[in-house]
Structures are given as structure tokens and as C-alpha cells.
């Protein structure tokens, strides 16, 4: 059983405007996030955590969409880790190694049923797997006046993406502790981290971009166009 919480309580402070409900190909670009999921064989439900004031349009969308794996719209928590967090009380059998769930970006609308798929089977393997892509560019580290301090080797660096696929029963213990300690964690991949727990890299090999500045949005635009 693969359940997936799609998370879409974030502010868009960076662009400058709801990127969640901007228009991509005619749809709200978080319209596409969740239509993947509900378009996956795999999926068996959906939870989607937003902002306590985006409950409402959220359900409108849902029934403009036909999301019926749909199984809850939740209010989100003040940083990503607590809207995870919320999304995975309303997760069931939570001492069942065969439950899994995939945690994903509402901001990332060009995932794939296919990614999804082979991540969750991935982490079927493994227990905790990510969808993640080598970094290629050259990287440097810069000093407090935004100058080249120094270079960093991307030998072995890959950038983390989503869907983050894990055990259900891995992914509770590793939140219980960050919350326990009161920390934050900006992805599911760091809890896991901090519980000693291995993750599975998966690389897509498709562009599975998350939409932070007004230009990815028109980069998206053109991807999808092109796909389809």
C-alpha cells in the first residue's frame, strides 16, 4: 500500500505570488503534482497538507480535477517538517512494514507515474528511497560578500528531489525523533539521516524541477508543452 502526501503549504515568498495555483498549461501548477499521483497504479491514496486558509480552494480543486484517491485536505505546520508531520497522523497502519509513503513536493508538477513507480519499488528494496539527479554544474563557495571563496567537489554530490518514498513505519520513527528533539529538517531524507538510516538515490532521468522562481515557471511551461 503506497499512500502519498503531497505538500503544498509553503508561502511562494521567493516568487512573489501563489506559484501553487499559477496557471501551467492551463491547469494550477499543483494540479499536475497530484494528477501524477492519482494517474500511478501504485497510488492507493492521497493526502494533500496545504495552508489553513488554501483548505477550501484546494477541495474546489479536487472536485474540478476528480481526484478520487483523494483522502484528506490538512492544514500544514509553520516549517515543511511539521506539514509532513501532520499529513502522517491521517496515515494508517503505521506498524505495517508493507505500508509505504511517498512525500512530495506540490511545487514539483512534472513528476512522472513512472518516477513514482520506481521509486516506491526502490524503496521496497531498500525501505527509504529518493528521487534525486547528479549535480553537474561546477560549484563554488562564496564569501559574506558574495565572492569566490573556494570550489567544492561534486564528485558523488546529487541534488534531492521528490518523491522521497519510504516505509511507513521508518518514516515515523525517524519524524518522531526530529519532533521529540525539536528540530527542523527541510526533507525527509535528513530525518532519515539523523536516525542513522541509509536512503536510496534514484535518478528519473527526466526533468522533475521544483517551481521556486517566476522563471522556472516558464521553463516548466515549455517542458510540459514539449511532453505533450
Same mark, same amino acid.
Given at each position: 500500500?503506497?499512500?502519498?502526501?503531497?505538500?503544498?503549504?509553503?508561502?511562494?515568498?521567493r516568487?512573489?505570488?501563489?506559484k501553487? +495555483?499559477?496557471?501551467?498549461?492551463?491547469?494550477?501548477?499543483v494540479?499536475?503534482?497530484?494528477?501524477?499521483?492519482?494517474?500511478?497504479?501504485?497510488? =492507493?491514496?492521497?493526502?494533500?497538507? @496545504?495552508?489553513?486558509e488554501k483548505?477550501?480552494?484546494?477541495?474546489?480543486?479536487?472536485?474540478r480535477?476528480g481526484? @478520487?484517491?483523494?483522502?484528506a485536505?490538512l492544514?500544514?505546520?509553520? !516549517?515543511?517538517?511539521l506539514?509532513?508531520?501532520? *499529513?502522517?497522523? @491521517?496515515? *494508517?497502519? *503505521?506498524?505495517v512494514p508493507?505500508?509505504?509513503?511517498a512525500?512530495?513536493d506540490?511545487?514539483?508538477p512534472?513528476?512522472?507515474?513512472?518516477?513514482?513507480?520506481?521509486?516506491?519499488?526502490?524503496?521496497q528494496?531498500?525501505?527509504?528511497?529518493?528521487?534525486?539527479?547528479?549535480v553537474?554544474?561546477?560549484?563554488?563557495?562564496a =564569501?559574506a560578500q558574495?565572492?569566490?571563496?573556494?570550489?567544492?567537489?561534486?564528485?558523488n554530490?546529487?541534488?534531492?528531489?521528490?518523491?522521497?518514498?519510504?516505509s511507513?513505519?521508518?518514516l515515523?520513527?525517524a519524524?518522531?525523533?526530529?519532533? =521529540?528533539?525539536?528540530?527542523?529538517? @527541510? =526533507?525527509?531524507?535528513?530525518a532519515?539521516e539523523?536516525?542513522? !538510516?541509509?536512503?536510496?538515490? +534514484?535518478?528519473?532521468?527526466?526533468f522533475?524541477l521544483?517551481?521556486t522562481?517566476? !522563471?522556472?515557471?516558464?521553463?516548466?511551461?515549455?517542458?510540459?508543452?514539449?511532453? !505533450?
Open positions: 500500500m503506497l499512500t502519498a502526501i503531497i505538500v503544498a503549504a509553503g508561502t511562494s515568498q516568487m512573489g505570488f501563489d501553487l +495555483f499559477a496557471d501551467l498549461g492551463g491547469r494550477p501548477v494540479a499536475w503534482s497530484v494528477a501524477a499521483f492519482q494517474a500511478c497504479a501504485a497510488v =492507493d491514496g492521497i493526502v494533500l497538507v @496545504t495552508h489553513p483548505e477550501s480552494p484546494f477541495r474546489e480543486l479536487a472536485q480535477e481526484w @478520487t484517491k483523494l483522502r485536505v492544514p500544514g505546520g509553520a !516549517q515543511r517538517h506539514s509532513v508531520w501532520n *499529513g502522517l497522523q @491521517t496515515v *494508517g497502519g *503505521g506498524d508493507e505500508n509505504y509513503v512525500v512530495h506540490g511545487a514539483r512534472l513528476v512522472t507515474p513512472g518516477a513514482i513507480t520506481r521509486c516506491l519499488e526502490l524503496a528494496t531498500t525501505g527509504a528511497a529518493c528521487c534525486a539527479s547528479p553537474t554544474d561546477t560549484l563554488k563557495r =564569501d558574495g565572492r569566490i571563496a573556494s570550489g567544492v567537489d561534486r564528485t554530490l546529487w541534488a534531492m528531489q521528490t518523491p522521497q518514498t519510504f511507513l513505519p521508518l515515523l520513527r519524524y518522531r525523533a526530529v519532533i =521529540d528533539a525539536g528540530e527542523i529538517v @527541510t =526533507d525527509e531524507t535528513s532519515l539523523r536516525i542513522g !538510516q541509509p536512503v536510496a538515490l +534514484f535518478n528519473s532521468g527526466d522533475n521544483k517551481i522562481y517566476p !522563471q522556472d515557471l516558464e521553463l516548466a511551461r515549455h517542458l510540459l508543452a514539449t511532453r !505533450q
